[in-house]
């Protein structure tokens, strides 16, 4: 398995690993929001617009050609209300595993090589959204060092 920085020349393999990691979170997460029926175009503007930017990174896992899974950054500015010391933020963003490369370490290695682009900017902290109901997910970020700091709360109107 290989690991590489994403280009733009990848950005199909972008969009298609982000449309199977929101459509595997529709299915499984009762609380999370259903997709509009051109989810899919909106996904590729938004990483046209995204992935390319001087404050984001991606990085792409593969076997032999397959791309297996990605993960993607950004280094974030918060609000200047905040120490200089709080700011910036390094973000988690869109991160995916095939199925059946899953629980072989690949995440690990492709969170690995996003925490080395966080520690080379010399951000200080990394946050990541992980849904209530994702046991694995809230687990994966737990034995990586994320630890939980705020919640969320969502009501139906």
């Known amino acids: 398995m290989k690991i590489r920085k994403t280009t733009k020349k ?20 009762s609380d999370f ?4 029926k ?6 590729r503007k938004f990483m046209e617009k995204n992935v390319s930017r001087k404050n984001t990174v991606g990085f792409i896992a593969f076997e032999d050609t397959k791309a297996i ?14 120490a200089k010391s ?11 595993v095939e199925p059946k490369f899953r629980n072989k370490g690949i995440g690990k290695k492709l969170f690995a090589e996003l925490k080395k682009w ?18 694995k ?10 630890v939980p700091y705020d919640e969320r709360w969502r009501m139906q109107l």
Do not use: W
């Not at 929001?33 to 509009?36: N, Y």
């Not at 051109?38 to 996904?43: A, L, M, R, V």
């Not at 709080?86 to 995916?96: A, I, K, L, S, W």
């Not at 997910?137 to 994320?146: A, I, L, M, P």
């Open 33 to 36: 929001p259903k997709l509009s």
């Open 118 to 135: 966080f520690k080379k900017r010399k951000l200080k902290k990394a946050e990541v959204g992980v849904n209530t109901s994702n046991k």
């Open 69 to 82: 899974g990605f993960i993607l950054g950004e280094e974030k500015k918060d609000y200047p209300v905040f």
């Open 86 to 96: 709080e700011r910036p933020t390094g973000h988690v963003g869109n991160f995916y």
């Open 137 to 146: 997910g809230r687990k994966f970020y737990n034995e990586q060092g994320f």
């Open 38 to 43: 051109n989810f899919k175009k909106e996904i």
């Open 10 to 29: 990848d950005l199909d393999i972008i969009v298609n690993f982000s449309c199977k990691l929101l459509l595997e979170h529709e299915k499984n997460f």
